[in-house]
């Protein structure tokens, strides 16, 4: 069938014309300042690579201003009712979110005409996300990612999970957090609007030990930068792993396969995994390996090496110090012109490229590799790994995780 997903926003010309972008390319990691009028910006691009320097992006629709709405979405089967917030930047480029698994249903942005489209895989209502689909544009948690045969110990004791993944523990369980409807707040600042969604987890759900208190704020800001920051505080320690699940295209929903799109990731070493995906313990290096992106490289180029995964499910190590903001990659469609710039103080990132995505209506009738995601996270399984970061929070500590998507455009070729 095809696709089901939110339709595209109408094309909207720019009011302001784009200044030509330098004509010099940049070499891998150097990372260039360029006043772009509304805004200085910084771009990782290779001399290799179809690349090309960060074109000024200046698309603006006259029309719009910093805006949220928010209208019904749907009712749960209890009756809940579940709403759908928009949230317009100074722009016109639009954020859409709902309560329901504090989930990203859309991403707006314009392409190098200025056409803007959503840019995320979805369901038009709530009702696709009701049933149980690949975690589209999801928050998930408590832990997301794996952790090995649903188990862990903690303070002497051994917890039990559910295995929804082969005998592995996924992205949270059976009821995660994103399966949850989220208390929302507005947010408005000078250059961004935004929303806060909260949850209080309480102690045994899905089996995991503590009261958590969980907050997530997505803010949507004037130069298509979506920021979003996890907060949590417990009363026992409990293991704790947040993410966003977005599904990307940059060509557009309905864009088919991302393997023209180019990956660039600062990140010098993955972990390594067994048979079920649970990583061996060894951070292994991207060299001389499929996984090697640290030059920018159409994502499809080696794909078809990866037979035992049927195609990306690797978690890379975001190179520099866990913490602290940090480069942690970029993605390009040289046909839209549309690119995305990552950074993040988490440990690693999960690039996952729909390998199960199989055309079904569960699956919104998208199909293998018609996106891909890149999941900041802590490392799979690091309750039951002493070498990785640690994943545990403790009564009187803050759990902070922040990770940025700034949307932009490239000059053509
Ligand atoms: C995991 C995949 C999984 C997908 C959808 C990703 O985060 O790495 O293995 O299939 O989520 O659940």
Redesign the pocket.
Known sequence: MKPRSIPSQPSRAPSTPSPAGDPSTFSLNRRAVLAAGIAACSLIADRSSAIQPFHPNLLQDASASMNITKAPFGTLPDGTAVSLWTLSNSRGDLLKMTDYGALIVSIEVPDRQGNRTNVTLGFPKLDGYLERH??FGAT?GRF???IAKGKFSLDGTTYSLAQN?GPNH??GGEVGFDKLVWKTEELRGDNYVGLRFSLLSPDGQEGYPGNLSVQAEYLWDNEAKLTIRFTATTDKATPINL?N?AYFNLGGWQGGVIHNHQLQLQCAKYLAIDET?IPTGALADVAGTPLDFRTATPIGQRIAQLTA?NGY???FVVDGQPGTLRACGMVVDPKSGRGMEIQTTQPGV?L?TG??LNGSDSNGGFKLHEAF?L?TQNF?DAPNQPTFPNSILKPGEKFEQTTSYRFLVVADK
Do not use: G, S
Request: proline share 9%; glycine share 0%; with cysteine.
């Open positions: 690949p975690y998930v997301c990612n794996r993944n996924l992205h993410t699940h995906m995964t499910d690797h978690c999960q996952y390998n199960f995601c999941e799979p």
